[in-house]
């Protein structure tokens, strides 16, 4: 597609339950990011994919959350047993490699409320 | 009222003016840096970048500047309109495949 598309663009959950959070990126961008922006925040990072692998996990805050990501496409990012200060907006973004550019492109995120 | 946990800073301008949103960094090895905009239910947009090898990038009612010497980088807004009212992120990466790391943010309140 011709931007970053991210689904569902809302999500309530209960306390506990599992949720997924989907990421189509950019066709041929081979990079892709995960960020959570809580309200009136910056963007924290979670995931880095470079393909499907996952050269830095370093923000996944805890095991409950996971991401994979099949080939140079889709990515899911799920959070297991669902908390409310899991409650925030989760972005994605992706990158094209090569180049001088460094610049994301974002898409509009998943807005995840914990109840 | 105020929303709990909104505390990011404030430009409030009027329509017409100039904008100057700052942001300070923080690695002294970052050498790519990026504004981006980021309106209300949207996800951020890239606005304009700067490598570390300049001081000074002009876009379209644009400019960003940066200073390395003390780490500090700002966007300059041209005769500012209510449709730049948003918040305004700084990010900085060491190139390559490093990750962007944002800065906390700047709203920007333009008034008719």
């Known amino acids: 597609g011709a931007g970053v598309s991210q689904s569902p663009s809302n999500k309530v959950t209960e306390k506990g339950k599992d949720v997924e959070l989907r990421c189509d990126p950019i066709?041929?961008?081979?990079?892709l990011y995960w960020y959570r922006q809580r309200l009136g925040q910056g963007l924290e990072f979670l995931i880095y994919?470079?393909?499907?692998?996952?050269?830095?996990k370093s923000g996944l805050p805890s095991d409950r959350f996971s991401a994979e990501r099949t080939g140079e496409s889709v990515s899911t990012l799920t959070i297991q047993r669902t908390q409310q200060e899991d409650s925030a907006v989760y972005l994605c973004?992706?990158?094209?490699?090569?180049?001088?550019?460094?610049?994301?492109?974002f898409g509009s995120g998943t807005r995840l409320t914990v109840v | 009222g105020e929303s709990v946990g909104l505390h990011l800073p404030t430009l409030s301008v009027q329509e017409g003016d100039n904008s100057i949103i700052n942001c300070a960094y923080s690695n002294s090895a970052s050498d790519y840096f990026i504004w981006y905009k980021q309106e209300s239910g949207k996800g951020p947009q890239f606005i304009i970048d700067?490598?570390?090898?300049?001081d000074k990038r002009q876009g379209q009612r644009v400019t960003v500047l940066l200073n390395k010497t003390v780490k500090h980088l700002s966007l300059q807004i041209a005769a500012t309109q209510p449709g730049d009212s948003a918040v305004y992120f700084c990010a900085e990466n060491m190139g390559g495949y490093s990750t962007l790391t944002f800065g906390k943010g700047t709203m920007l309140l333009v008034s008719p």
């Open positions: 066709s041929g961008h081979t990079a």
């Open positions: 700067i490598r570390s090898n300049m």
């Open positions: 973004a992706s990158r094209r490699t090569g180049g001088t550019n460094y610049g994301y492109t």
């Open positions: 994919f470079q393909g499907n692998s996952a050269p830095d």
